[in-house]
């Protein structure tokens, strides 16, 4: 469950984490000369609040993805949530609180109910969120059929600027991260998800409650998905039932360029979240490169079937064919 | 459809009256929702409308066709949407382009364009094994990117070829070219399961790539060619919507990737591969046509009919698992 | 001694086939209970309704005297019983430690203390696994280490009936006795543990009783030491061996040229620099234990493995680039019946007669199926001379027993007129009587002139088939044996010899 750890031929293998984290620091200082406006906290800030929102995504899709799972509702569920907060997150404080509350037990339902569809139901995960998540963009477009909304700017300035130079959003991540990854690696559920994904016969057999363990696995990623959508909420102050669509890619790709695998098992929180930045990174590069912004589109949808074609490339090293028909 | 026939299925629990069953239902339910919407508006039972329903149809089931080859691999296309925007673009901008050499091409350059695509599918689930859904994800986001640019964003200029126009506009002797035209397709196709090795190979790859592999099968080259012959159909759907709507838009083939999947599972295709009857797929375009367009008679909005689709999708599935374990 | 478990009539089919008859069995505390049979005898049966993976159809099984029902494995280990199984058993992308620990049922949601990592180790050094490495994956371990993590993992539980299914295959003599002496302590500390194993050195070693199994059936229990092992092989087979056996017919000369020989065979994972040569009309067995790279070097043949280095030699010819459907090919004539019938040999949801024109449909005029192929002719035959019993060739083949899918399997093969067959373990959990119909058409199929490459895990039969026996040990040939050579216990010395051989190297 690690990606570190001594190979069987005493080789020590770089930890994949490590790729992903050089890779992002060589593309960041890439971003930053030819940034015009230079390393600011400003710049900073703008680069993680982006950044922020897909690791949340795809701290989403991670959980589903360990468990050996694919979740195309994450966008869906998203703009749902996005949607429902532009309705709750008003008036007195604890209006917003208990706003914030509901957002999240809505995205949790929403993972709970595709868990149910997977676990209980029997259903494969991608048709599964395939259907429920055109059920989640419906609502979302019932709920406000055209972007607007009111949104408390309190709880947004708060969370989208920054603290003495450091942007929130690295901070609310690094919180974040710390509280996901410890029960992960150190509890005996955390490990049940890797044990899952890993071998699901094995898992049986050694005891894990494996339909229940499933079944959290996907609320959790609702979980994340109502974070997600609760902070693109800060960030425009809009709810818009439109908003989805790209994340549930997006998503993915990050997952599998931090690293996770996806046939389960393999890979971490900051695995997901590095290549959310990444990705981030990429787009912003294009975005003050030379290229045609119409090229734009083109060039983000390359690199993400690029990348996820480099993430497969393990198959190709596959030594014996009939292991690519389990 | 002979039950017997050394080339269907042969599932056992398909073997008594199962085979026609979701014909028969679908059939019944088709009825049942006319007879609803005549209670409302009693136009919808005239000869004209019942025709003109057969017209949308044969677009809705030409797409369901090639989804159905993919499915029946136990793989998916979510690459659907911008195969039919992207053709068709491709298409009317040839056929408007002025110049006769390029119109007259127009028609067969879609195809190779939809043909293209569906080879690009292929071998990113064939070679690379990316998931299906993951990889068309990818190819459906780089497509975007190139009509994006394509148009500048702006209204795709040209005109529709005025084969297609034909086809998807005139009736012969009474009867839509259109739905003519889904016959012969699903003729072809029919042929093709049911009567060909490659066809026979469809269904045991999608019951079990690892037995076919040791079996000696071209196991890569099916899969290439099964995803081709679904971007080649989609394509078609894409240029009949092309000569329907007189013209081609962005976000054109948005609409129809539910719906299609829906009816693929309604028409009985196990979404798990290898098995499934071209009559299924043929009622199940019918009644999904039929009921989408009852549901825009009664103005319902587009967001509720993709919820709707969705849902059917999860209700089948639920269903059809819950008959299979007693 | 006290009885721990109890079975009394517990039968169990799958689909209408019986895996298990009427079985009555007690398991006693504080003894090691062996369990012989052949494969497909119902061990694996047995120990699946213990652990809880699946339910009896009839009969009662109970536990400290009260009957149960056991749902899941969960259920089975809350009342102590603990089931290692081979390869199941273990999380691969987990750590050695993790992969303990989810083990010991402690509780979903608290942290992990140090105490319990200590606990972890503890058990990992009795088995004899001190050099064991606690965070390294488990993908990476060597299959010996994973088999010690795997008795580590299910004696961390604390159990009171451990279930060891061949728990000690790849093991090291000395490492076996470590284990063994594990098992000794659990059984004087009042562990019940059951214990499979196709070796009956192991069983005379440890095993305080014995219980051998047939066709489903059990067929008597006795105090070891009280059988010879002539006495136990009689038990398990039921039949006299010279009649489940055609009569030995000589093989064809060592001057004829090969039609088949690879040289320097070797693959990153298992094979390492092989030799073999086969003759048109001989028989050649792959021996040794279980999973030495037997079964590798059939896959490198039939083109499964990639990355495969030295040369495969056709009629003479250099033979490269192979994939299964370029061995099939007319002029390569090579069929490979493989290991797993019910997901390599046959797509069961399919019917018999699409079974059986499987392999031969590459070869139909114009790509129709219902252009009759040459190979159509074949399978109507091959149906008669296998004594194929089918109600209609539109049955699903699932239905069929298990001998006769074996039987499609094989005629499915020969429809094409191999020049050269290769066959995985394909007695594997068949009846007798079939069986020994299966020996008679190999021999049939050598005589007139197929060079056939018969892997098996039953030492018996390669000992009454074959012609040349090659016996692997971890990839490589270690000994190569024919005519008087070949009997049981050489065949054994050779597998085992070949142990303490590499052990000290």
């Known amino acids: 469950m690690t990606e570190t750890g001594i190979s069987r031929s005493g080789k020590f293998k770089v930890p994949r984490v490590v790729i992903s984290a050089v890779l992002l620091a060589i593309l960041f200082a890439f971003y930053i000369t030819i940034q015009p406006r230079g390393f600011s906290t400003y710049v900073m800030t703008i680069w993680s609040n982006q950044g922020l929102l897909l690791a949340l995504a795809a701290i989403a899709q991670f959980f589903v993805v360990l468990v050996r799972g694919i979740d195309l509702s994450v966008g869906p569920m998203i703009a749902l949530t996005n949607v429902a907060a532009s309705h709750l997150l008003s008036g007195s404080l604890g209006e917003v609180a208990l706003g914030v509350l509901l957002v999240m037990i809505v995205g949790t339902g929403c993972g709970l109910l595709n868990g149910l569809a997977v676990v209980v139901g029997r259903i494969p995960p991608i048709v599964a969120t395939l259907a429920l998540g055109s059920l989640y963009s419906g609502v979302a477009l019932l709920l406000r059929p055209t972007p607007g909304g009111d949104i408390d700017e309190t709880l947004s300035d708060a969370l989208t600027y920054d603290v003495y130079g450091v942007p929130t959003a690295l901070i609310a991540l690094a919180i974040i991260l710390v509280l996901v990854a410890i029960p992960l690696r150190r509890s005996r559920f955390g490990m049940s998800l890797y044990a899952i994904g890993s071998s699901r016969d094995a898992s049986v057999m050694t005891g894990i409650r494996v339909p229940q363990v499933t079944l959290a696995a996907y609320a959790l990623g609702g979980f994340f998905a109502s974070l997600a959508g609760l902070y693109i909420s800060m960030l425009t102050l809009t709810g818009d039932p439109n908003i989805g669509p790209s994340y549930t890619l997006n998503s993915i790709a990050a997952v599998v360029i931090g690293g996770v695998a996806l046939s389960g098992g393999v890979g971490s929180p900051l695995g997901a979240a590095l290549g959310a930045f990444i990705l981030k990174t990429i787009s912003a590069l294009m975005f003050f490169s030379n290229l045609p912004p119409l090229a734009q589109p083109f060039f983000e949808g390359a690199i993400l079937a690029i990348a996820i074609a480099l993430g497969s490339l393990g198959m190709l090293r596959v030594r014996s064919r009939l292991e690519r028909f389990l | 459809m002979s039950t017997t026939s050394s080339s269907t299925t042969g599932t056992g629990r398909m073997a008594s009256w199962g085979v026609d069953r979701s014909v028969v239902i679908l059939l019944v339910a088709s009825v049942v929702v006319l007879a609803g919407a005549a209670l409302e508006s009693p136009g919808v039972l005239s000869v004209n409308y019942l025709l003109q329903q057969l017209q949308i149809a044969a677009i809705v089931g030409i797409l369901a066709t090639g989804a159905m080859l993919v499915i029946l691999l136990g793989q998916i296309d979510l690459s659907v949407p911008l195969t039919i925007t992207g053709t068709a673009i491709l298409a009317t901008s040839l056929a408007g382009s002025g110049n006769p050499t390029l119109a007259f091409i127009a028609i067969p350059a879609g195809l190779a364009g939809g043909l293209l695509i569906g080879a690009v599918n292929g071998l990113g689930v064939a070679i690379f094994r990316i998931p299906a859904m993951v990889w068309t994800l990818a190819v459906n986001a780089m497509l975007l990117g190139i009509t994006v640019f394509y148009t500048s964003g702006a209204k795709p200029a040209g005109a529709p070829p005025s084969l297609m126009v034909f086809l998807a506009r005139e009736r012969t002797v009474g009867i839509p070219n259109a739905f003519l035209l889904w016959l012969v397709v699903g003729a072809l196709v029919l042929f093709m399961l049911r009567r060909t090795v490659f066809g026979n190979y469809i269904y045991a790859l999608g019951q079990s790539p690892r037995a076919l592999f040791l079996a000696g099968a071209p196991v890569e080259r099916i899969i290439v060619g099964v995803f081709a012959l679904a971007g080649l159909l989609s394509s078609l759907g894409g240029l009949l919507l092309v000569g329907y709507a007189n013209q081609a838009y962005q976000g054109m083939g948005d609409s129809y990737l539910m719906p299609v999947i829906a009816a693929v599972v309604l028409g009985g295709t196990s979404i798990f591969g290898g098995s499934g009857n071209y009559s299924g797929t043929f009622m199940g375009a019918i009644f999904i046509t039929l009921l989408a367009s009852v549901l825009s008679l009664m103005q319902v909005p587009d967001a509720l009919r993709q919820m709707v689709f969705g849902g059917i999708i999860l209700a089948m599935l639920l269903i059809d698992r819950a008959r299979r374990t007693p | ?505």
């Open chain 3, 1 to 505: 001694m006290t009885s721990l478990v109890e079975f009394s009539a517990v039968s169990k089919t799958y689909g209408g086939i019986p895996a298990l008859t009427d079985v009555s069995l007690t398991i006693e505390a504080g003894a090691v209970h062996a369990i012989l049979g052949e494969n497909g005898a119902g061990k694996s049966t047995l120990m699946k309704l213990l652990a809880g993976v699946i339910t009896p159809n009839g009969g009662t099984i109970k536990v400290d005297g009260v009957e149960r029902h056991f749902a899941t494995p969960r259920d089975a280990t809350a009342l102590g019983i603990v089931c290692m199984f081979q390869e199941l058993s273990l999380m691969p992308h987990l750590t050695v430690r993790d992969n303990l620990l989810l083990g010991d049922g402690g509780p979903m949601l608290r942290l992990i203390r140090g105490a319990a990592v200590k606990a972890v180790r503890a058990s990992l050094d009795s088995v004899g696994g001190s050099h064991i490495g606690l965070s390294s994956l488990v993908s990476e371990l060597p299959l010996a280490d994973r088999q010690l993590v795997e008795i580590a993992k299910a004696i961390h539980r604390r159990p009171r009936l451990l279930i060891l299914d061949e728990a000690t295959a790849a093991l090291t003599a000395e490492r076996v006795e470590t284990v063994f002496a594990v098992i000794r302590k659990l059984r004087d500390e009042g562990c019940a543990i059951l214990f499979i194993s196709h070796r009956m050195y192991e069983i005379d070693a440890v095993a305080d009783r014995v219980s051998v199994f047939r066709n489903g059936r059990h067929v008597e229990t006795f105090a070891a030491g009280t059988r010879n092992r002539d006495e136990m092989i009689g038990l398990m087979v039921g039949q006299p061996l010279t009649e489940l056996f055609p009569p030995r017919v000589a093989g064809p000369a060592m001057s004829v040229a090969p039609l088949l020989s690879g040289r320097g065979l070797s693959w990153e994972r298992g094979l390492d620099a092989v030799d073999f040569d086969v003759r048109p009309g001989e028989i050649i067995g792959l021996g040794g234990l279980d999973g030495q790279g037997q079964q590798y070097l059939m896959h490198a043949v039939f083109g499964v493995l990639k990355g495969v280095q030295g040369t495969l030699t056709l009629d003479g010819k250099p033979l490269g680039g192979v994939t299964p459907r370029r061995a099939k090919a007319p002029g390569v004539d090579i069929a490979l019946v493989p290991e797993d019938r019910k997901t390599e040999g046959l797509i069961l949801d399919m019917s018999i007669g699409e079974n059986l024109s499987l392999a031969g449909l590459s070869r139909k005029p114009y790509g129709l199926t219902k252009a009759a192929g040459p190979a159509d002719v074949a399978v109507a035959r091959l149906t008669e001379r296998l004594e194929i019993k089918l109600k209609s060739l539109d049955d699903p083949v699932k239905v069929l027993s298990g001998g006769n899918q074996q039987k499609v399997v094989l005629a499915k093969w020969l429809a094409l007129s191999p020049r050269c067959l290769l066959l995985m373990d394909p007695t594997r959990g068949i009846d007798v009587r079939t069986k020994a119909q299966i020996y008679r058409l190999l021999q049939e199929l050598a005589g007139e002139g197929l060079a056939i490459i018969l892997q098996s895990t039953d030492y018996e039969e390669l000992i009454h088939l074959c012609h040349r026996i090659y016996v692997f040990y971890r990839g490589r040939v270690v000994r190569e044996m024919s005519g008087d050579e070949v009997t049981p216990d050489a065949l054994i010395a050779a597998a085992l010899n070949a142990h303490s051989n590499t052990a000290s190297t």
